[in-house]
């Protein structure tokens, strides 16, 4: 049986406009995020990151340490998306430790986003030129980078 099937009760109870409500309504965005929902995760994230473990460190370690409760258990990617997008894209204060352990404050956008296409006014560089390091200061802890 597909999952379609089985998510939206089965073959014999499956109903398409149902299915496609429910389909709907787990689809919507921006949903909250885990480390928000569960307090006690969260004050075990932030203890580890003040102890500057890398959040691939931390999601394994949740895993060993808390094996039969899921709820502890997140991903590393959900540990640095509620860092960096809480913070508009730059680090958030609380997390310093994590943005000078990356040794950048953004999250990288993907070449066919919108807003890198508006600002293809800027010149282009040449594929002999060097890679430039951003420089100056991070705005999240006040070192440079």
Same mark, same amino acid.
């Given at each position: ?15 398409? !406009? ?5 389909? =709907?309504?787990?689809? !919507? ?8 929902? !569960?307090? !006690?995760? /969260? ?8 102890? %500057? ?9 949740? /895993?060993?340490?808390? $094996?039969?409760? $899921? ?12 860092? =960096?997008?809480?913070?508009?894209? %730059? +680090? ?6 994590? +943005? ?12 066919? +986003? ?15 030129? $060097?890679? %430039?390091?951003?420089?100056? $200061? +991070? ?7």
């Amino acid at each position: 049986m597909s999952r379609e099937l089985t998510r939206n009760g089965g073959r014999h109870r499956y109903r398409a !406009q149902a299915a496609d409500a429910a389909a =709907f309504g787990r689809a !919507q965005r921006p949903k909250p995020a885990k480390l928000v929902l !569960q307090p !006690q995760l /969260r004050a075990v994230v932030e203890a580890k990151l003040a102890l %500057r473990w890398s959040p691939q460190q931390l999601a394994g370690w949740l /895993r060993l340490a808390y $094996p039969t409760d $899921p709820v502890m258990w997140v991903s590393h990617e959900t540990i640095y998306l509620s860092l =960096f997008v809480r913070a508009g894209g %730059r +680090c958030a204060a609380s997390s310093s430790t994590v +943005c000078a352990r990356v040794g950048r404050c953004a999250i990288r956008e993907p070449s066919g +986003c919108p807003r890198a296409a508006a600002s293809s006014a800027t010149p282009s560089i040449s594929a002999s030129d $060097p890679p %430039r390091r951003p420089t100056g $200061p +991070c705005p999240a802890i006040g070192k440079v980078i």
